[in-house]
């Protein structure tokens, strides 16, 4: 019902930024959070970033905060994490997720398929 792409993965150096989308299309109308996770290699799956697509409330890991921005374009139904001051723990491969608050779950219910990020040293 709902597909999530990202894109702007890539390879850079540590300390430089870049800026991920996460294009939503489908049945995006009842879409409540948006949000950022992460899983390195031999890691497990960490949250990053949420937004509120409504009210634009925003969360961060402590990992992140003060060097990632997250911010939606309503009209566009993309989400976008703006990642500055990278470090190779950074390394990972994003995904984009979103809960849709007419499904009764305690979780995400859609999935993007993730882009790598990969910083080097």
């Known amino acids: 019902q709902v597909q999530l792409v990202e894109s702007g993965g890539g390879l850079v150096q540590a300390g430089d930024s870049l800026r991920l989308s996460c294009a939503a299309s489908?049945?995006?109308?009842?879409?409540?959070?948006m949000a950022w996770f992460r899983q390195g290699p031999r890691k497990e799956r960490e949250f990053v970033a949420r937004?509120?697509?409504?009210?634009?409330?925003?969360s961060y890991a402590d990992s992140v905060k003060g060097r990632f921005t997250i911010s939606r374009d309503n009209r566009k139904n993309t989400v976008y994490l703006q990642m500055n001051s990278l470090k190779p723990e950074d390394t990972a491969v994003y995904l984009c997720a979103a809960d849709d608050s007419s499904v009764i779950s305690t979780t995400y219910d859609y999935w993007g398929q993730g882009t790598q990020v990969t910083v080097s040293s």
């Open positions: 489908g049945r995006t109308f009842s879409i409540y959070t």
């Open positions: 937004i509120r697509w409504s009210g634009g409330s925003t």
